[in-house]
C-alpha cells in the first residue's frame, strides 16, 4: 500500500460517507438492526452512532483495513454498547455457522472484491430467520445513467478504493440464496452515477 491507500484514501471515505445526504440513509436503516449484529465493512465508525443500545447485544466489525479501524475505534469507545473488531475480509469470515441475528451492510457491497463469495460467507453466519439490512448504491434503473456507470467505472476505481459503480444490488442478494422482505431504491443527492440508493431487508 502507498501513501494515498495508507493515509490519505481513509480520511477521504470518512468524509464522503459521512457527508449528511448518505448519514439520512444510514439513519433509515441501522436502527432495525438487532441482537448479535455483524457490519460488513464498519470503516471509520459512521454506523455505530445510529445503533439502538437496547437493542444491541454485540456488535462484530469486521473491516480489512487497519486505518480505518483506527478511527472506528474512536467511535466505538462512545458507545454503550460492546463493539469487537475484526481484521479480516468480507469473503472469509472468522465467525461459525449460523451465529449472528443481523447482518449490516452500508455502502460496502461495491468495494468488496469477490462479492458473490462475501454474500454466501453472510448467509453462512446468519442464523435461521436472520436478517440481512443493506444500504448501497448500484446500478441505475435509468438507461442513460447506466452507460456512464459501465463508461466509468474503471476509473472510479482507481481512486475510490475499489469501488464499483454498477453493481446490480439487488440481483446480487437475491443470487446469493436470499429472499427480499423490502426494497425501496432511488436517487440521492450528488452525481448521479454513484447516487442510485439500494435499501432493504433480507432473509
Given amino acids: 500500500m502507498g ?3 495508507k493515509v490519505v484514501l481513509p ?5 464522503a460517507c459521512g457527508l449528511g ?9 441501522v436502527p432495525d438492526a438487532a441482537g448479535l ?3 460488513i465493512g464498519i470503516g471509520s465508525g459512521l454506523n455505530l452512532p445510529f445503533y439502538q443500545p437496547e437493542k444491541v447485544e454485540r456488535v462484530f466489525g469486521l473491516d480489512p483495513s487497519d486505518e480505518m479501524r483506527t478511527l472506528a475505534r474512536r467511535e466505538a469507545a462512545l458507545q454503550e454498547f460492546k463493539v469487537e473488531f475484526m481484521a479480516a475480509t468480507a469473503e472469509a469470515i472468522p465467525l461459525p455457522d449460523e451465529c449472528v441475528d443481523t447482518v449490516l451492510v452500508t455502502y460496502t457491497l461495491c ?3 469477490n462479492i458473490e463469495a462475501a454474500l454466501f460467507e453472510m448467509r453462512r453466519v446468519l442464523k435461521s430467520g436472520g436478517t440481512l439490512i443493506f444500504c448501497e448504491h448500484g446500478l441505475s434503473q435509468d438507461p442513460a445513467v447506466r452507460r456512464w456507470q459501465h463508461r466509468m467505472d474503471g476509473l472510479w476505481g482507481r481512486f475510490t478504493g475499489g469501488c464499483h459503480l454498477n453493481r446490480d444490488i439487488p ?3 437475491q443470487n446469493a440464496g436470499f429472499q427480499m ?11 448521479k452515477p454513484a447516487c442510485f440508493n439500494y435499501m432493504g431487508r433480507a432473509v
Avoid at 11 to 15: D, T
Fill in 3 to 5: 501513501f494515498y491507500d
Fill in 11 to 15: 480520511k477521504l471515505l470518512h468524509f
Fill in 21 to 29: 445526504v448518505v448519514n439520512d440513509q444510514r439513519q433509515k436503516v
Fill in 37 to 39: 449484529i455483524l457490519e
Fill in 111 to 113: 468495494t468488496i472484491p
Fill in 171 to 173: 440481483a446480487l442478494i
Fill in 181 to 191: 422482505q423490502h426494497l425501496d431504491h432511488g436517487y440521492i443527492s450528488g452525481w
